[in-house]
């Protein structure tokens, strides 16, 4: 089976098992009744999706980390289907899985209901992960470093690798996490961005990197037979910050990490929108730049509907995703 088949059939896989496996954790969740409480400062047509189940994340993580690790079981048997390689971006979206399933928890049932942890608990949390993870990227496995478009040859980074990594890893997990606001919205978002890095991953013979992208792609899909609108569930920070972290993992693999910007323009234009929108409110004393932030706010509240902001960032994530292949290819 040449490679692209077989990436494709492990997301019909993935796809499947996240669909069967939905309903029985839509019970689950309303059973414990882990439900998302929608924030008085977010736009009144929200107020409807309190109660909505959240935490969805562990719809897509649970069926991407046992199809990875049976795949793995399989290769000590001696067949060729799946690296250990790939182990550590399925670590990284479990890790941060975990991380953010505490935030969520905090968030609906901890002491801190209605806001989840600390912001700064959070964010140093996140910045020793991914210390770690830049370590063993650099160190252990000993990925490609950078590469320039145009440029067939690998830039070496030396001490300033690791820090990129973690900037990379840390950015983008709060980007999709900003971005994780509509019905839909972050998963598309995430699909579109994978499927390109896992486009990339193959086209540079990372065939078991390729392979992981197109599982989770997959197993994002399925989520998402449940999260499109109107939402039966949200991935709530237990998805979107271990979708964030990974994607990240995967651009530095590939060596590919300055096309990250342009793949995921949309949830780096949510976070430029919030600081944006917190530093011109401080330096015009207490004005608004945007009508609300982060950004798909601001064209909701300009008249656009929820599914129309969708789809048109999803247009947009889209094109930018075949820039950043096309740039990649150069």
Not at 30 to 49: A, Q
Not at 183 to 194: H, N, V
Request: aromatic fraction near 10%; include cysteine.
């Amino acid at each position: 089976m040449t490679e692209a088949p077989m990436a494709l059939a492990l997301s019909g896989i993935s796809f499947l098992m996240a669909v069967i496996w939905g309903p029985p954790l839509l019970r689950i969740l309303k059973h414990f009744k882990i439900g998302k409480i929608i924030r008085v400062e977010g736009p009144n047509s929200h107020i409807s999706k309190m109660g909505t189940p959240t935490m969805g994340g562990v719809m897509f993580i649970a069926p991407v980390a046992l199809l990875t690790i049976l795949l793995n079981a399989a290769s000590l048997l001696g067949l060729n289907v799946l690296g250990r390689s790939v182990l550590l971006p399925l670590g990284t979206l479990f890790v941060y899985g975990v991380l953010g399933m505490i935030d969520d928890w905090e968030g609906i049932r901890g002491g801190r209901k209605g806001i989840g942890m600390r912001a700064r608990t959070k964010f140093l949390m996140q910045v020793i992960i991914a210390t770690i993870i830049g370590l063993t990227l650099k160190y252990v496995l000993d990925v490609p470093e950078m590469f320039w478009p145009s440029l067939k040859m690998e830039i070496p980074l030396g001490m300033f690798y690791v820090p990129i990594a973690i900037v990379a890893i840390v950015g983008f997990s709060n980007a999709v996490n900003l971005t994780d606001g509509l019905d839909g919205l972050a998963g598309l978002i995430s699909a579109t961005a994978f499927t390109a890095f896992g486009a990339i991953a193959l086209i540079q013979g990372q065939f078991y990197l390729g392979r992981f992208c197109f599982t989770l792609v997959g197993a994002i899909f399925g989520f998402l037979w449940f999260n499109v609108y109107p939402a039966q569930l949200f991935m709530g920070d237990t998805g979107s910050l271990a979708l964030g972290a990974t994607l990240g993992v995967v651009a530095l693999m590939t060596g590919q990490w300055l096309l990250l910007p342009i793949i995921a323009i949309i949830p780096l234009s949510e976070t430029l929108s919030v600081m944006l929108q917190v530093a011109y409110f401080k330096l015009s004393g207490g004005q608004r730049l945007l009508k609300m932030s982060p950004l798909h706010h601001h064209f909701e509240l300009s008249g656009w509907s929820e599914t129309q902001v969708v789809q048109r960032f999803w247009l947009v994530s889209l094109i930018a995703a075949l820039i950043g292949i096309a740039l990649a290819l150069l």
